[in-house]
């Protein structure tokens, strides 16, 4: 049998430009997982962190949710899941206000009938970082005051927006 190749059998190995870019994605993918690894697993830094209270409302939520706004419960960010602390006062709970115009088109402030809406107040102990800002929470999550977050606890879910920061 004759061998179509002239030197004798030998296989000659060439490296073409679709070869580069599949060891170099490889490559790529590689140092990806390893840093993604490495960065999951460094601990953080627990004398860094302060304890922190903060206070936050929840606005127009129904009259039988007071209940579930319970002190020692944990309160997470729903789209994190970092924690925010945990409730540790109920400061105030009142009826919700709705602002609507009257027949004169001036805004006049109307609270609703006791047993719909109210309006809670709560604070939470928390453990992060404060700056002039605003505050960034263990798990690296930044939250400052006037800014309104979905959160859960272990009754319910609800927005809050954040008050105050001590």
Not at 15 to 39: T, Y
Not at 149 to 155: A, C, I
Request: hydrophobic share 35%; with cysteine.
């Amino acid at each position: 049998m004759q061998s179509n190749n002239p030197k004798d059998g030998k296989v000659k190995f060439s490296v073409n430009v679709i070869d580069i870019l599949i060891i170099l994605f490889a490559v790529v993918c590689v140092v990806g997982l390893v840093l993604r690894a490495v960065n999951f697993s460094l601990p953080e830094p627990e004398e860094e962190l302060e304890r922190h209270k903060i206070t936050f409302s929840v606005s127009g939520v129904s009259s039988a949710s007071e209940k579930y706004f319970k002190i020692g419960d944990t309160v997470t960010l729903s789209d994190s899941g970092v924690k925010l602390g945990t409730i540790s006062e109920k400061d105030s709970v009142k009826a919700s206000t709705a602002y609507v115009k009257n027949a004169a088109g001036e805004t006049v402030a109307v609270e609703y009938p006791e047993n719909t809406k109210i309006d809670v107040v709560c604070t939470v102990n928390s453990e992060g970082l404060k700056d002039s800002d605003g505050y960034s929470l263990r798990g690296g999550k930044y939250i400052a005051p006037g800014e309104s977050y979905r959160v859960r606890t272990e009754h319910m879910d609800f927005v809050l927006t954040v008050l105050e920061i001590e």
